[in-house]
């Protein structure tokens, strides 16, 4: 397997959902509702995805672009449609330059919503902070893409899940976790990064954890669980895409562990073919974090955005938790631009508007979300997590807020906006 095709399970895999078998609402609610069409001056936005190179990774972006269709067709911000300019980077640095200057450079867009891209947030932090553009992505994956002023991401990225999960199993075991493994693949600003919140958490508890990461192009499953289990490990996070994590897994099932060592994941494992994949022997055995709430959940704003993806969609377009992510960036956009004098919208008004956002509720957030104008952005760092039973993921009903020690500069940042607990 190589690099480029692991960076693309793990990111890929990351946050699925199913969406099978919910009830869609009548209705697709956007904008001003008023039924009536925009057709006035158009409002230039653009977005960055990955079309074409290891795997289509545009998800989120298509989910913005049915979100706008349906603003579009309910009266546009004021009158005003938007233009929804969503271009395909290729996986590629580079490309992904090349896109984020003819979208803000040549197309003149006001900002960047739903982006979906593992290279962008590397490649394009010069050109967004340069020119003062903001970036309300909806999938943030690699490091970069959650310390940046200009770019905020609605999910909440691997750190935060890894840490999440484990300390639900500990929450869960109170006193008896004392010691944690956490195995990633050593893919540079990601791997060991997603793995260092939960260490750091369980050593604050006074406990210990070790980091184990492996050439995931020659991953010798067999040989990370036993050198895991060397350090006596209270629990094991499998920090992985699923296609890594089933023969982690079916080692550890040779080995005997599910009885000896609770087993966690982020939400890469959060995919509706993970319990089916590792087998009955995980039933009840196997904690896996979510980043946003579950996809069958039924609640109004999950209702909507598979209404709006139904009307205004396409029927291949994913109904998973990267669209979720990608409606979320359009609607918390959308609804900044509502509130605009729809003559004087340009970059620098929408830039202001955007980081003036310090509580946005939705029910597919646990949390307010909020830009504000801090140096980074992580505002969603809380949700549930799931467990394996009878074949499935299903969902505790409890949000669990992240204590991972990296997010203490947000926290104290949240304070100051008035919406810290």
Same mark, same amino acid.
């Given at each position: 397997?190589?690099?480029?095709?692991?960076? /693309?399970?793990?990111?890929?895999?990351?946050?699925?959902?199913?969406?099978?078998?919910?009830?869609?609402?009548?209705?697709?609610?956007?904008?001003?509702t008023?039924?009536?069409?925009?057709?006035?001056?158009p409002?230039?936005?653009g977005?960055?995805?990955?079309?074409?190179?290891?795997?289509?990774?545009?998800?989120?972006? /298509?989910?913005?672009?049915?979100?706008?269709?349906?603003?579009?067709?309910?009266?546009?911000?004021?009158?005003? %449609? *938007?233009?929804?300019?969503?271009?395909?980077?290729?996986?590629?640095?580079?490309?992904?330059?090349?896109?984020?200057a003819?979208?803000?450079?040549d197309?003149?867009?006001?900002?960047?919503?739903?982006?979906?891209s593992?290279?962008?947030?590397?490649?394009?932090?010069?050109?967004?902070?340069?020119?003062?553009?903001?970036?309300?992505?909806?999938?943030?994956?690699?490091?970069?893409?959650?310390?940046?002023?200009?770019?905020?991401?609605?999910?909440?990225?691997?750190?935060?899940?890894?840490?999440?999960?484990?300390?639900?199993?500990?929450?869960?075991?109170?006193?008896?976790?004392?010691r944690?493994?956490?195995i990633?693949?050593?893919?540079?600003?990601?791997?060991?990064?997603?793995?260092?919140g939960?260490?750091?958490? *369980?050593?604050?508890?006074?406990?210990?954890?070790? *980091?184990?990461?492996?050439? %995931?192009?020659?991953?010798?499953?067999?040989?990370?669980?036993?050198?895991?289990?060397?350090?006596?490990?209270?629990? *094991?996070?499998?920090?992985?895409?699923?296609?890594?994590?089933?023969?982690?897994?079916?080692?550890?099932?040779?080995?005997?562990l599910?009885?000896?060592?609770?087993?966690?994941?982020?939400?890469?494992?959060?995919?509706?073919?993970?319990?089916?994949?590792?087998?009955?022997?995980?039933?009840?055995?196997?904690t896996?974090?979510?980043?946003?709430?579950?996809?069958?959940?039924?609640?109004?704003?999950?209702?909507?955005?598979?209404a709006?993806?139904?009307?205004?969609?396409?029927?291949?377009? %994913?109904?998973?938790?990267f669209?979720?992510?990608?409606?979320?960036?359009?609607?918390?956009t959308?609804?900044?631009?509502?509130?605009?004098?729809?003559?004087?919208?340009?970059?620098?008004?929408v830039?202001?508007?955007?980081?003036?956002?310090?509580?946005?509720?939705?029910?597919?957030?646990?949390?307010?979300?909020?830009?504000?104008?801090?140096?980074?952005?992580?505002?969603n760092?809380?949700?549930?997590?799931?467990?394996?039973?009878?074949g499935?993921?299903?969902?505790?009903?409890?949000?669990?807020?992240?204590?991972? %020690?990296?997010?203490?500069?947000?926290?104290?940042?949240?304070?100051?906006?008035?919406?810290?607990?």
């Open positions: 397997m190589s690099l480029r095709n692991t960076i /693309l399970g793990i990111v890929t895999a990351a946050l699925l959902g199913c969406a099978g078998g919910v009830a869609h609402a009548a209705d697709a609610k956007c904008g001003a008023t039924g009536k069409a925009a057709t006035g001056e409002i230039v936005i977005g960055i995805v990955s079309v074409t190179g290891p795997d289509n990774f545009s998800s989120s972006g /298509l989910a913005a672009a049915a979100y706008f269709k349906c603003l579009n067709a309910n009266g546009g911000v004021n009158g005003r %449609p *938007i233009k929804y300019q969503m271009e395909d980077d290729g996986w590629n640095p580079e490309q992904s330059s090349q896109v984020a003819k979208l803000i450079r197309q003149k867009a006001v900002a960047l919503v739903g982006n979906m593992f290279v962008d947030c590397g490649a394009n932090q010069g050109i967004y902070e340069k020119e003062d553009i903001m970036v309300i992505a909806g999938v943030g994956v690699p490091r970069d893409c959650f310390f940046q002023k200009n770019y905020a991401p609605t999910n909440a990225g691997p750190r935060v899940s890894n840490t999440k999960a484990v300390m639900d199993v500990a929450q869960t075991y109170p006193g008896k976790i004392k944690v493994v956490c990633a693949p050593n893919i540079p600003n990601l791997g060991e990064w997603s793995c260092s939960a260490v750091a958490w *369980i050593k604050k508890q006074g406990g210990d954890g070790k *980091i184990i990461t492996f050439d %995931p192009g020659s991953l010798d499953a067999t040989s990370v669980v036993l050198e895991a289990m060397a350090f006596k490990p209270d629990v *094991i996070s499998v920090g992985t895409p699923k296609g890594l994590a089933v023969p982690i897994f079916a080692a550890a099932e040779e080995q005997g599910a009885d000896k060592v609770h087993f966690t994941g982020p939400a890469s494992l959060y995919n509706p073919d993970f319990p089916r994949a590792i087998g009955k022997y995980w039933d009840g055995k196997v896996v974090d979510m980043e946003l709430n579950a996809a069958d959940a039924g609640t109004p704003d999950m209702l909507n955005w598979l709006v993806m139904d009307k205004y969609g396409q029927a291949s377009d %994913p109904r998973d938790t669209s979720q992510a990608g409606y979320l960036a359009a609607r918390v959308a609804e900044t631009l509502l509130k605009m004098d729809a003559a004087k919208i340009d970059r620098k008004s830039t202001a508007a955007l980081r003036n956002i310090k509580r946005f509720e939705s029910d597919m957030w646990c949390s307010p979300w909020y830009v504000g104008d801090g140096p980074r952005h992580n505002a760092h809380a949700g549930p997590v799931s467990f394996v039973k009878d499935k993921l299903v969902a505790k009903p409890v949000c669990i807020e992240s204590e991972d %020690p990296e997010l203490d500069d947000v926290h104290a940042y949240e304070k100051t906006i008035g919406i810290a607990k």
